[in-house]
């Protein structure tokens, strides 16, 4: 049972570690990219641009934008949403709360698991320790 919960907690930190926090990282870099973005063109009030599109396998294709007043933002397993420049900067920051969110859920959950298998070694170190402690003081009476 106590190797069990070692694992479980082993796997919950690896996936924090490994997975949360990087996404956590990528997506703020990539979000906050995307705001600088929208906040210049909103500055600058261009109304169509000239870019380069990742085609993918990082080949790259130039592309005029007509009209800059609705973008597709990426919000995950391939899915794109076309939004104006006001819902693009809302949706960015919802993203980067939940992310937030669930490495604060995550971290306390290991540690909520961490401070059980605490106890319960400490609780099995006392239990180890009664017969012998018990069989020395009879001895001493």
Partial sequence: MDSYRQEKVQ?????????LKPDLTRAIAERSD??????NLEKNSVTSLR???NLGSEVY?????PDTQHIFVDI????HVE???SEALKFIS???DKIARQIDEYTRLIA???AQIKLVCEGICELLQLPAETSVQEAIF
């Fill in 11 to 19: 796997k919950f930190e690896e996936f924090v570690d490994r997975r």
């Fill in 112 to 114: 909520s698991i961490k």
């Fill in 61 to 65: 294709m130039q592309a005029d934008v």
């Fill in 83 to 85: 939004f104006t420049w």
């Fill in 76 to 79: 995950g397993l391939g899915f």
């Fill in 94 to 96: 919802q993203r980067e």
């Fill in 51 to 53: 870019t380069l599109v």
């Fill in 34 to 39: 995307l705001r600088k973005n929208i906040e």
